[in-house]
């Protein structure tokens, strides 16, 4: 059956019946309305994997980076800049003790 089939039953099956996810073939009793992967994994990894190969976009995304991992990087690189380098506050020099 394909992944997409799988899914749809899965949708529409009612809280309490039997499914196979559709991504790694495990049976699991649906405990939610919305539910359409099993919870034998830790995290999302059945859902990801699910939409990750149904979306065609997604298929190849190993250089695809998210809004909140380009943020984070963005704020990093401005942190890290050498450019404005100046001396620290609590250094000798900063506290205008020289060294003899």
Same mark, same amino acid.
């Given at each position: ?13 009612? *809280?309490?019946? *039997?499914? !196979?996810?559709? #991504?790694?073939?495990?049976?699991? !009793?649906?405990?939610h309305y919305q539910q359409a992967f ?15 190969? *149904?979306?065609?976009?997604? +298929?190849?995304?190993?250089?695809? !980076? #998210? ?7 963005? +704020?990093? +690189?401005?942190?890290? +800049? ?19």
């Amino acid at each position: 059956m394909k992944l997409k089939e799988r899914y749809k039953l899965n949708k529409d099956a009612k *809280v309490g019946d *039997v499914c !196979i996810c559709p #991504s790694c073939g495990t049976e699991f !009793i649906k405990t939610h309305y919305q539910q359409a992967f099993c919870k034998s994994k830790p995290g999302t990894k059945c859902k990801d994997k699910y939409w990750n190969t *149904v979306i065609p976009e997604k +298929r190849c995304n190993t250089t695809r !980076i #998210s809004p909140a991992s380009a943020e984070f990087l963005e +704020r990093k +690189r401005k942190y890290n +800049r050498n450019d404005d380098y100046h001396e620290h506050p609590f250094s000798d020099e900063g506290l205008g003790q020289w060294l003899d």
